[in-house]
C-alpha cells in the first residue's frame, strides 16, 4: 500500500533554505508512469503547486517559485526532495508531496495520491 | 501564467441538496481540469480528472463537466460527509489551482 511521508525541519530562519524529504513505501520512484510533486498551503489558505520530478531528474517549476526551488530524486533511498531558499514569512505552511500515477496527461497533476503534509514555520 | 478562479468561495447548503462549483480558466485549458475534495487537517483528495472523469472509489453523486475555460463540479444530493472545501486544478500548462469554495451547513 502506497504511503508517501513529508519530513524536514518545522522551524526555518528567514532567509535560509528550507529542505523537505518525501519517503515513498509501496512504490517505486522509478515508476515510469509517476509524477512526484510538491504542493504547499498556508494555513487557511488556498494550494500552490511547487512542482513536480520524474524518476530520470526532469524538472518542472513554478515559474513564479522556480528561481529559488530545487528538486532532486534519490533513487536507492526512494524519496524525492524539494528545497527552497531565500525564505520569508510568506512561505510558511503545510507543505505535501503527492504522486500523479498513470499514463494520463499533466505533470503538474492530477495527483491522485497525498502525503499527510508537514507544517513549516519560518521565524527568527 | 494560467490563471484560475473558482466561485463561490462559500456555498450553504442543506443534505439531499444539490450543488454546483464552477471554476473558470484565464485561457482554454482543453479538459485538463481536477476537482479535490479537502477536509480540515487532511490532505487534498482526487475526486475527478480530466474535467468529467470520476476517480477511482468515488461516489457517483460527484460529477464534473466543462471544457475550454468553463467547468462545474455538481454534488447531486449532498451527504454530511460532502461539507468539506473544494478546489479545482488546471494542469494543461504546469498547474494552477482555485481559491477553493468551501461548501457549509446551512
Known amino acids: 500500500q502506497l504511503q508517501l511521508q513529508e519530513s524536514g525541519p518545522g522551524l526555518v530562519k528567514p532567509s535560509e533554505t528550507l529542505s523537505l524529504i518525501c519517503s515513498i513505501s509501496g512504490d517505486s520512484i522509478t515508476s515510469r508512469d509517476h509524477y512526484w510533486g510538491w504542493i504547499r498551503q498556508p494555513p487557511g489558505k488556498g494550494l500552490e503547486w511547487i512542482g513536480s520530478?520524474?524518476?530520470?531528474?526532469?524538472?518542472y517549476y513554478n515559474p513564479s517559485l522556480k528561481s529559488r526551488v530545487t528538486m532532486s530524486v534519490d533513487t536507492p533511498k526512494n524519496q524525492f526532495s524539494l528545497r527552497l531558499s531565500s525564505v520569508t514569512a510568506a512561505d510558511a505552511g503545510f507543505y505535501y508531496c503527492?504522486?500523479?500515477?498513470?499514463?494520463?496527461?499533466?505533470?503538474?497533476?492530477?495527483?491522485?495520491?497525498w502525503g499527510q503534509g508537514t507544517l513549516v514555520s519560518v521565524s527568527s | 501564467d494560467i490563471q484560475v478562479t473558482q466561485s463561490p468561495s462559500t456555498l450553504s447548503a442543506s443534505v439531499g441538496d444539490r450543488v454546483t462549483i464552477t471554476c473558470r480558466a484565464s485561457q482554454s485549458i482543453g479538459d485538463y481540469l481536477a476537482w479535490y475534495q479537502q477536509k480540515p487537517g487532511k490532505a487534498p483528495k482526487l475526486l475527478i480528472y480530466k474535467a468529467s472523469n470520476l476517480e477511482s472509489g468515488v461516489p457517483s453523486s460527484f460529477s464534473g463537466s466543462g471544457s475550454g475555460t468553463e467547468f462545474t463540479l455538481t454534488i447531486s444530493g449532498l451527504q454530511p460527509d460532502d461539507f468539506a472545501t473544494y478546489y479545482c486544478q488546471q494542469y494543461d500548462t504546469h498547474s494552477t489551482f482555485g481559491q477553493g469554495t468551501k461548501v457549509e451547513i446551512k
Open positions: 520530478i520524474f524518476y530520470s531528474g526532469n524538472t
Open positions: 503527492a504522486v500523479k500515477r498513470g499514463y494520463r496527461y499533466g505533470v503538474g497533476g492530477p495527483f491522485d495520491f
